[in-house]
């Protein structure tokens, strides 16, 4: 399956071709940024909080911005890994290919109360509600930014958006003119290459990507191979185009294929094997492709539309177990942006999304029945009125959904923004979420492990029809500030309040019979609505410009829940989620084109998995020895040889992150 990086960069290299009087210069926005001020860079605009654009500094929600230079001076080839960084986040690696990532809590390999997007696309899988964070991998050169909203977003951005929302956003295609080739190898991540070329005809401007990687075990707690390395290799390209100056237009696709291994430990009787579990060396095939097209028309500096569909297709195939999820997603949405008066902004938009998967079961993993087919209706409202003009803003407004598996939702959110001056935002907000059921919820069955008192039962964990939305009333609070030019501050606090979260009450056992497992007792586990609870925190992050050439970015998370459990699950659980994060990040300009860049992460205890608590740090070395041409070496987990971060994922048992060395070198031409 290697092949498949010829496929995926044979449309890089033909493209490459063209000649260079098609070329637009080479846009690196990179460089601008590092010369951006403080200012400057908390006046960036995004459009995650609202649907419109709007400063960053001004935003009545929990947002942080992750731009291209922190990408590029991270030295990190991954997003989740990027989203360490983020306040708020709690994102810990289980195993090679594994993340758990997760906003104010309920970490776990189901995190399912965060919604994450490519370019306004939905990632989060439609089978359990969560993400695939090990087939997310955009070329991180072509990231213009990562937004991340900490709390509900349901408002605008539907179900599943409730504890966060994250908007991955690539570059217009005019920014990414020319060539660019990287190259890394290391340790963990033992190879990777990358090639991109951009140009432009006329009015339309586009790029086209190839990208492979291949990366390296991790180790058993007991210092064993793990068992468990993997590569990927993706396609794609981007088109965008300027018409007449009222309309714009974005068509872009990816595609990719990969192979990922495991040591499996699956659950058997006593009749099979005498330890009640049989180990296997497992593979996974992932596979997948995405289109998504967008057109916007301006009628006038008050009113805009926006119409965007996508079209996503993903399979994942498990060798041992013989399981399969193929699912298809074609999404539309309509959004209207209305100046209607001085006192009223509106945007409002309608949506529609299909969902179709077909599985193949196993004895371990069940779905019933096999295909299933989902519809999504949505309509959304939302009004920011200034009650004090430049001073103080209310928005308010809804999402309004109908879904197959819970009905009719609603999601409200009230916010309030007051800027008292030019570098102040006060800003507070209430809001409603929900988590709707999907497929893993009702009609779904996991063989978790044998039950200790009888080896010859297996418990499972079983969905049912009954089984309802879970609940979010949500409360924040925040404060933004630049009590100096090169100084800035962003205070969260918030407090969550949960109902009708995941829980699992014992069924009726049944006698079962099969060819690999003979004879056993089938214990389910039903899931249920019993369990709820609350969580509050704060969240603080600060950037300082000590001098021209040194820049400090540090945060800071507290976090508490009090759940009231009545039995757990796979994703309410106790205890997950550290109480405490820190990180603190420099960025040192140093003579002859160097530059230095450290990052350093505290975590503490998750006492019910157990984990310990842990640091890490990692440093990069930069050196452009001409122009067009980086250097670096990342160093990564330096200060010990191998840390857990996290429970093992379904099947496996624990490992340990290692500490990794690469070298890379990117190239523009």
Known sequence: MRSNLCLALAVTSLLSGFPAKMLAGDINNDTDLANMSLQDLTDIDVTSVSKRSEKASQTAAALYVITQEDIRRSGLQSI????????????????????????????????????????????????????????????????????VIRGPGASLWGANAVNGVINIITKNAKDTQGGLMTAAVGT??????????????????????????????????????????????????????????????????????????????????STVS??????????????GMNMLGRWKHEFNSDSDTTLQTYYEDTIRKSEFTNSSWHTQTLDFDFQHNWTLNPYNNITWGLGYRRINSADGNSVYINFTPENFYENLYSAFLQDKIPLIQDKLFLTAGSKFEHNDFSGFEYEPSVRLSWLPSEKQTVWAAVSRAVRTPDPANQDFSIILNPAVHTPTELVAEQGSLAYESEDLVAYELGYRVMPREDLSIDIT??????????????????????????????????ETNNNGGETHGVELASTWEVTRNIKLNGSYTFYYSH????????????????????????????????????????????????????????????????KGLDLSIIGQNLLQSEHQEYSPFIYETPEEIGRSVLAKATFRF
Do not use: C, H
């Not at 109360?113 to 050169?141: A, C, H």
């Not at 990687?213 to 793990?226: L, R, S």
């Not at 005498?274 to 596979?287: E, G, H, N």
């Not at 606090?493 to 007792?521: E, K, Q, W």
């Open 80 to 147: 989740p890994e990027l989203l360490r960084m983020v306040p708020g986040l709690q994102v810990a690696q289980s195993g090679s290919q594994n993340w758990a990532v997760t906003s104010r809590g309920f970490d776990s390999q189901f995190a399912n109360k965060l919604l994450v997007m490519i370019d306004g696309r939905t990632v989060y899988d439609p089978l359990f509600s969560g993400v695939y964070w090990d087939v997310q991998n955009v070329m991180l050169e072509d990231v213009d930014r990562i937004e």
């Open 188 to 269: 963990q991540e033992r190879d990777a290459e990358a090639a991109r070329y951009g140009g432009t005809v006329g009015d339309l401007s586009y790029r086209t990507y190839g990208q492979y990687f291949d990366y390296n075990q991790q180790n058993f707690t007991n210092g064993n191979g793990a068992g468990d390395p993997w590569y990927n290799a993706q396609g794609g390209f981007r088109m965008d185009w300027n018409g007449t100056g009222k309309d714009t237009g974005t068509l872009q696709g990816d595609v990719y294929n990969g192979q990922e291994n495991a040591t499996r430990f699956f659950p058997v009787t």
């Open 274 to 287: 005498p330890s009640l579990f049989q180990a296997i060396s497992d593979t996974d095939d992932v596979s």
């Open 493 to 526: 606090a918030y407090y969550n309040d949960y109902s009708n979260l995941t829980s699992t009450s014992p069924g009726i056992p049944a006698l079962r019979f099969d060819p690999m497992l003979g004879n056993y007792v089938y214990v389910p586990l039903i």
């Open 563 to 626: 759940l009231n459990i009545t039995d757990s699950s796979l994703v309410t659980q106790q205890g997950t989620a550290p109480n405490q994060q820190f990180n603190l990040r420099s960025y040192v300009n140093l003579p002859y084109n160097l530059q230095w860049d450290t990052m350093l992460y505290r975590v503490s205890a998750l006492p019910e998995i157990p984990v310990e608590p842990y640091t890490r740090l990692d440093t990069r070395i930069g050196y452009s020895p001409m």
